[in-house]
């Protein structure tokens, strides 16, 4: 019974309350929205520059090799080879013109 009690103040602190209700908050979030912190960590495995967030696609935007990295439930698909061509090759695209 004295540990219940202790567990029940502890889990119910003030500070823990607040905690806890900052978790539930980030989970109210759709799972398609992806949190533009993570731009700030995150780099192109390939090129090794950063990303940009296209909202329209859900997707990591790489503009210079031309590559979408996608997001899935808030988690970026990081592999090279899951990216998605985003424009034809630079030179391709000159010998076209």
């Known amino acids: 019974m004295t540990t219940l009690i202790y567990l029940t103040a502890y889990l119910t602190s003030p500070l823990r309350c607040q905690m806890l209700a900052s978790v539930l908050k980030r989970k109210e979030k759709p799972p ?6 993570l731009l700030g960590f995150l780099v192109c495995l390939l090129s090794k520059k ?3 967030y296209e909202a329209s696609t859900n ?3 790489n503009e210079d090799l031309g590559i979408a990295y996608s997001i899935i439930d808030r988690i970026p698909n990081m592999i090279p ?6 424009h034809q ?5 000159e010998m076209e013109h």
């Open 32 to 37: 398609h929205t992806f949190d533009p912190v």
């Open 59 to 61: 997707e990591l935007i």
């Open 89 to 93: 090759n630079k030179k391709q695209e």
């Open 50 to 52: 950063p990303l940009s």
């Open 81 to 86: 080879q899951a990216a998605r061509m985003t």
